[in-house]
C-alpha cells in the first residue's frame, strides 16, 4: 500500500514513519472493521461461545482485571471529540511525536498540539472529578 501511494509523499520530517503510521491506521481500522463483521457472522452461525487454552487462562483474567480497571478511562476518552482522540492515541500508544502526530492525520503541528493539550485536559479533569464522585460515595455506603 505504501509503494503504491508513494508518488503522494512529501518530506514534511526527516522520517517516513509519520506518513507510514497515517497508512497502517487506515488499513488497520479497515481490516478491524472487516474482521468484527466476519466475527458477528461467525458467533451468530455457530451459537458457541470461544474456548481458551489453559495458556490462555492467564491472560484471560489479566484482560478482565484490566477492563475493571479501565471503565473511568473509557468513559473519558469517549467523551473526547474524534480529532482529540486520534492525537491522543498516536502520542500516548504509538509514541509518535506531537509533530509526527499532525504529519500522519495530515493537519499542522500547531493543531496536534493544541487537540492533544485539550484532549489530555479533558481526560484529567474527567478522572478527577469520576474520582472525587466515587470516593464520596463509597464513604456514604461505609456510614450507612
Do not use: C
Amino acid at each position: 500500500m505504501a509503494l503504491q501511494a508513494s508518488h503522494r509523499y512529501v518530506a514534511e520530517t526527516d522520517t517516513a514513519l509519520p506518513w507510514l503510521f497515517g497508512i497502517s491506521r487506515r488499513l488497520l481500522a479497515k481490516q478491524r472493521r472487516k474482521y468484527a463483521g466476519n466475527r458477528r457472522l461467525e458467533v451468530k452461525a455457530s451459537n458457541a461461545f470461544p474456548a481458551f487454552t489453559a495458556a490462555e487462562d492467564d491472560e484471560v483474567a489479566s484482560a478482565i482485571d484490566a477492563a475493571r480497571q479501565a471503565p473511568l478511562l473509557e468513559e473519558a476518552l469517549a467523551r473526547l471529540t474524534r480529532s482529540e482522540r486520534e492525537v491522543l492515541e498516536l502520542v500516548a500508544y504509538d509514541g509518535l511525536t506531537p509533530s509526527e502526530a499532525a504529519v500522519a492525520l495530515d493537519i499542522t503541528p500547531n493543531a496536534a498540539r493544541l487537540r492533544l493539550s485539550r484532549a489530555r485536559r479533558a481526560v484529567r479533569n474527567h478522572l478527577d472529578a469520576t474520582t472525587v464522585v466515587g470516593a464520596a460515595a463509597e464513604d456514604a455506603e461505609y456510614a450507612l
